[in-house]
């Protein structure tokens, strides 16, 4: 049954081919129904990675394909480039910063804008 739910088949087929209703396939296989799709997708990435380990060159590319994928989503973003105005700006809040003028650059009011 739960084959079933990883493949992506409805609960009306499922219900059909054990030759129960919906409902009660909805009352009593309701854990295989809602976690079935992650329990047989690693069935079947332990699978793929004994595969690898055992040598299959098709394998161990399949592995090093996925790994790659779910490093690079891992890395933060790249930082957005700022346009010209944004740029000059944020330039221009820390202008004194770390220089003999100091606070000479601060706005009047003492804030930054």
């Not at 055992?54 to 490093?71: C, E, Y």
């Not at 202008?95 to 009047?108: F, I, K, T, V, Y």
């Amino acid at each position: 049954m739960e084959e079933m739910t990883a493949v992506g088949e409805k609960p009306e087929t499922i219900a059909a081919a054990l030759r129960i209703s919906v409902a009660r396939l909805q009352r009593d296989y309701r854990d295989a129904l809602l976690h079935g799709h992650a329990r047989r997708r690693r069935e079947a990435v332990g699978l793929l990675f004994a595969k690898a380990r055992a040598g299959s060159l098709p394998a161990i590319r399949k592995v090093l394909q996925l790994t790659a994928a779910t490093a690079a989503a891992g890395q933060p973003a790249p930082a957005k480039k700022l346009g010209k105005k944004a740029a000059a700006q944020q330039t221009a809040r820390t202008a004194g910063e770390g220089s003999e003028w100091g606070d000479d650059l601060m706005p009047a009011d003492g804030h930054p804008h």
